[in-house]
DNA sequence: CTTTAAAAGTTGTAAGACAACCTACATCTG
DNA sequence: CAGATGTAGGTTGTCTTACAACTTTTAAAG
């Protein structure tokens, strides 16, 4: 239809350019881009909790594809928990609240996730190493022992507040090959994009934990933490990344949408 | 096709019996009966990770549904991450181990996520009482102040060994009207279910927890809990549970799967 | 043996038709 | 008038058919 929502067909037609083989495809169909803009417009809230969505057909209309398409996508927000959908009515904006736009359940950037909160995230880097994995991180990213990895620790802080400690290990073939230490910095989602891995999917474990080993720098050995020991996987189920991240207790809460 | 997979269909014409106006239906999509069925057979392990299911045409003979209603089930499966589909290529069982197994992410009774650890689930009441709600679980189950609610104390054990104590509260209303204090013992669910109240969706907060406070009898008031306060909510997205369930650090790890 | 081409199998998208369901309004009935 | 009933229009649910796009296997050509 308009510009506005033009993005699905470009994808589609810039796909045709060579294709880096053995690679990750960016996400080619259609249904998933789809979801994808629809999924940006209900956390920019452009429709409110309850509110009804476009019928199948206008949107069919708008994006221009067929009312298939449009189920497929409007199908996989449903599972996901953001809309429900009700046989001769329509489909409305689920009423679950911010779990819906920064749940642990959808895989984002923690950057991406303290935005989502109304905050503003910054990372504060407090190590960026490469050395060989250790034989637990070589098991965990599936790699041969003594591959090459990028180590950081940093602190994450929303508001200026520290609210977590991470520690990460990425391969370093899956990133950029001219990379140094210095240029690390921001999300490193973003350095990963970069090289053409797209993280899509990832297995977290919580727990809770507390102790004096955790983090540095002023901070009580009391503190709380929730333990989210994470390992990140790409479309081919690839494991990229595996990251350890301690959240302060009281300061950064987060959800989970359960669905059946 | 065999008897094994009628249950689809056997749903299908039951539907068509009187049904309770104003009550949540219990499912009446064929697609959402479909991927049920599947995910059972997922869960029981008939394919293992990795391997290939049967083609969307083999599924649509088998079960004796249209295609796209076999490949409306998979793609809600292949958001939960259960799969992985491929163009050209087939639909895969994805290899993320147990967390598709008992994941947070997916809505099941303490229960059933015992069991799906490979562990004897039990539940020991400590306290079940009517009364009337606080203005905090009022507010939490969109109730009149006052309403009376059933309110339980349980600990939770696996393999004979507490791994949680858990605090429910849920409104008289929705619970069967014969009940009395003395009946209330094993899965709360099951006597939802008995009065038509099926839990669809569950919002859960996560956070670490401490203190002497939480649960009762013999234990360390140095222990470490992780801490899910949780709203349950139904078919139409009514609130039907409010729970707050501590789980012993190190004696119930659990796993979320996130999707992008 | 290597390369290329064709074929077969699988998922992705489209279009059209009709069923099932919901709401609102009009109409009938007592 | 009040309540039940019928009807029309809008929306999602399912089925059918067709073809495009992708992957692997097979066959043919060099």
Known sequence: ?????????????????PK????????????????????????????????????????????????????????????????????GMGTFVSPYGHAIKAGLQELRSMTDTIRAHGMTPKMDYHSVEFRAATEQEAAALALAEGTRVLATERAVLADDVTVAFSYETIPADYLPTDLSEKDVHGSLFALMDKAGIVPSTAVAEVSAASGPEIGWGDRDPETLYV???????????????????????????????RVR
């Open 20 to 87: 880096p083989p053995g690679r990750a495809l960016r996400t080619a169909n259609l249904r998933v881009q789809l979801a994808e803009s629809l999924r940006d417009r209900l956390q920019m809230g452009e429709w409110q909790e309850g509110e009804q969505l476009p019928t199948e057909a206008e949107l069919s209309a708008e994006y221009g594809v067929s009312r298939s398409t449009v189920r497929s996508a409007l199908q996989q927000l449903e599972t996901l928990g953001l809309t429900i959908t009700r046989h």
């Open 227 to 257: 333990d989210l020991r994470q390992i990140h996987y790409d479309g081919n189920a690839r494991p990229v990344v595996q990251s350890r991240t301690y959240f302060h207790q009281g300061r950064f809460e987060f959800s989970v949408l």
């Open 1 to 17: 239809m308009t510009s506005k929502h033009d993005a699905v067909h470009a994808h589609k037609t810039a796909n045709r350019a």
